[in-house]
């Protein structure tokens, strides 16, 4: 049972978190074969400032491993 937590900028518009939690799980299912109904996420929106993220990690942009904006 995977447990997902996604952190994202109140900034997106209703129904965006959801879009994103949906997308997450179809990934997991399709890649590495999360059950059906095997969906346990927390989704929580936060105003900009209270995200702290680098410019980039490892090597990469941040801007293509977070969802800020």
């Given at each position: 049972?995977?447990?997902?937590?996604?952190?994202?900028?109140?900034?997106?518009?209703?129904?965006?978190?959801?879009?994103?939690?949906d997308t997450v799980y179809e990934?997991?299912?399709?890649?590495?074969?999360?059950?059906?109904?095997?969906k346990f996420q927390v989704i929580?929106?936060?105003?900009?400032?209270?995200?702290?993220?680098?410019?980039?990690?490892?090597?990469?942009?941040?801007?293509?491993?977070?969802?800020?904006d």
């Open positions: 049972m995977p447990f997902v937590r996604i952190d994202l900028s109140n900034k997106h518009p209703e129904g965006y978190a959801q879009k994103v939690g990934a997991m299912r399709a890649h590495i074969n999360v059950p059906v109904d095997d929580t929106k936060h105003d900009s400032r209270e995200l702290i993220i680098p410019k980039s990690y490892l090597g990469n942009l941040c801007k293509t491993l977070a969802i800020s």
